[in-house]
């Protein structure tokens, strides 16, 4: 059996690089495709390989066995098919006769620490098979860890040959704001704070305590309230990225649609309130902290609303009573439980983008 790889530290200092002073961002448009630098870990060349235009997507045919007490089986397999995609049957590039197409991408949350079958995407899939609606669908999950907004842009214009009929991005509000500006600065498009190890301590330390809680939430927290400046910036590279992605999709009649998935610290923070406690403690932060970056996924959305996109945010959707937990106490990623309910919560605007 294979565990699931550690944060590595090389990731935690993703933000370490060598600048002294912010710039503002490049400009791009959809006719300036630029080349991403791959991002994943040390050691998961098994999993990851490099790609132009997504930065890094999956190896076709990949498999990974854990063990996963939390899960009913005990343990968790992730593969993926000839594309590289988190899909148990192969991809065609031609679509079946009769069928429409839906692409669906983010990050590890999307990818999924549960079975293919257990993902969102899949469950799309499943509920509309269920529904006995017509055309018949096929969802494709392209997730895949470390990602941020610029890499679902490269996932949409690297699978343009592929003739999705629509398009949904999810963006993580844990990581994601900090990954737009990690993926700017990685390719130089952008300038950032030089840190050293001193500033990394305390998140190398929750990190062996808790593990999770770093690289899912507390990492974006640490660095916008350690930069408050750069808040504005995330918000526009994000809202940028995702304008771009809207004008890919109206020039190849792609219907688009966005999903914003909250932490577990914003959903089910009862669930867990003696480890925030500590490593709010350990961090010297408040939930006040926690609660700041709210703010910029409400200008994202908000932003995102006024491109005429449609979304759904389920920070809204989960604000009452769940079924039951939806992550994962482990690492924090969304469990198979929570997979069903974003399913539920998805398929209304499923609906609508193929229509």
Known sequence: MLSLPPVPRATILMMGLSCAAACTPQASSTGDVADLRPHFGEGEEDYYLADPLAGHVHQPDARREFQWVEHPLGRIVQATNNMGFREDGPTRTEK??????????????????????????????????????????????????????????????????????????????????????????????????????????????????????????????????????????????????????????????????????????????????????????????TWDDLRAGQAMVDQVEQGIAAMGIPIVDLRKVWSGPLDGPYYWRADLHLNDRGHAAAARAIFPILQELLR
């Open 96 to 285: 079946q006769q009769g069928f429409k197409r839906v692409l669906v991408t983010g990050d590890s949350h999307v990818d999924g620490v549960v079975y293919n079958e257990e993902s969102f995407p899949n469950r799309l899939e499943a509920m509309w098979d269920t529904s006995a609606r017509a055309p018949s669908v096929e969802v494709i999950n392209a997730g895949a860890g470390y990602y941020g907004p610029q890499n679902y842009l490269g996932v949409l214009r690297r699978s343009i040959h592929l003739a999705p009929d629509a398009f949904i991005a999810t963006l993580y509000t844990g990581n994601d704001l900090l990954d737009a500006v990690r993926i700017e600065a990685e390719n130089g498009r952008l300038a950032v704070p030089e840190r050293k190890d001193d500033y990394y301590q305390d998140l190398w330390t929750v990190d062996g305590t808790h593990p999770g809680f770093t690289g899912q939430v507390i990492n974006q927290v640490k660095f916008f309230r350690s930069f408050p400046t750069f808040r504005d910036t995330a918000v526009a590279i994000t809202l940028r990225t995702f304008a771009e992605m809207r004008e890919v999709c109206r020039s190849h009649r792609i219907a688009f649609a966005v999903v914003l998935l909250p932490t577990a610290l914003d959903v089910e923070p009862e669930r867990d309130g003696s480890r925030i406690a500590e490593v709010l403690e350990m961090m010297g932060m």
